[in-house]
């Protein structure tokens, strides 16, 4: 329970049975619209920071950006990543 507090800044009874469709449903919307907090117009204080990883998988197995968000809206990050082999050590260590 204390990881969810901490996910979502909130507890409800759902969570006692995580594995439930009501409880997977929930953390769904949940995470669904911290995304949508998160990728705002207006900054606001978010309650909790649990949220999709913004791709996409087609039926055809093709991993893509949600289209609108190719990048991260508070650091430019790419979604996709980089093929770069090698990293500057200030990132890695």
């Avoid at 329970?1 to 979502?8: C, D, I, K, N, R």
């Avoid at 606001?44 to 609108?68: E, F, I, S």
Wanted: aromatic share 8%.
């Amino acid at each position: 329970m204390s990881l969810w507090a901490e996910h979502f800044g909130t507890l409800e009874p759902t969570f006692e049975d995580p594995e439930s469709a009501e409880c997977v449903r929930r953390v769904n919307a949940l995470a669904e619209a911290n995304w949508q907090q998160y990728t705002a117009s207006e900054v606001t204080d978010m309650q909790g920071h649990l949220m999709p990883y913004p791709l996409q998988v087609t039926v055809d197995g093709l991993v893509m950006p949600l289209p609108g968000h190719e990048k991260f809206p508070d650091v430019g990050g790419s979604v996709m990543g980089t093929n770069q082999p090698n990293l500057p050590d200030d990132l890695t260590s």
